[in-house]
């Protein structure tokens, strides 16, 4: 079992940047793909990126290259999401997730097992 606890969030104007992080319980930390989704008011979740256990070969949605990076800090369990340049459109409430392979994340939403309970941004214009 992994329980994963979003913070961070928060009112930021456009343009700004914001970090968020994700606190994951349990020993086995390296050997979970970590990802991060969001989902705005009447919009499907969306994948916004995700690592693999290593951390090597972050991938990201389009709208988030070249904006957000994901990073993994090992000793405290935490991985996180940097995001600058923000825009109006990127308020949503983000979410991150864990799985046993970084496909689950990029391609079988349906299968993520454990997800945190969300922290909202909000980008002003």
């Known amino acids: 079992q992994v329980q994963l606890v979003e913070s961070g969030g928060g009112l930021v104007q456009a343009g700004g940047s914001l970090r968020l992080s994700c606190a994951a319980s349990g020993r086995t930390f390296s050997s979970y793909a970590m990802g991060w989704f969001r989902q705005a008011p009447g919009k499907e979740r969306e994948f916004v990126g995700a690592?693999?256990?290593?951390?090597?070969?972050?991938t990201y949605a389009d709208f988030a290259k070249g904006r957000f990076t994901i990073s993994r800090d090992y000793a405290t369990n935490t991985v996180y999401l940097e995001m600058n340049s923000l825009k109006p459109e990127d308020t949503a409430v983000y979410y991150c997730?864990?799985?046993?392979?970084?496909?689950?994340?990029?391609?079988?939403?349906?299968?993520?097992?454990?997800w945190g309970q969300g922290t909202q941004v909000t980008v002003s214009s």
């Open positions: 997730a864990a799985a046993n392979a970084l496909v689950v994340i990029t391609r079988h939403v349906r299968l993520i097992k454990f």
């Open positions: 690592t693999s256990g290593s951390g090597a070969s972050p």
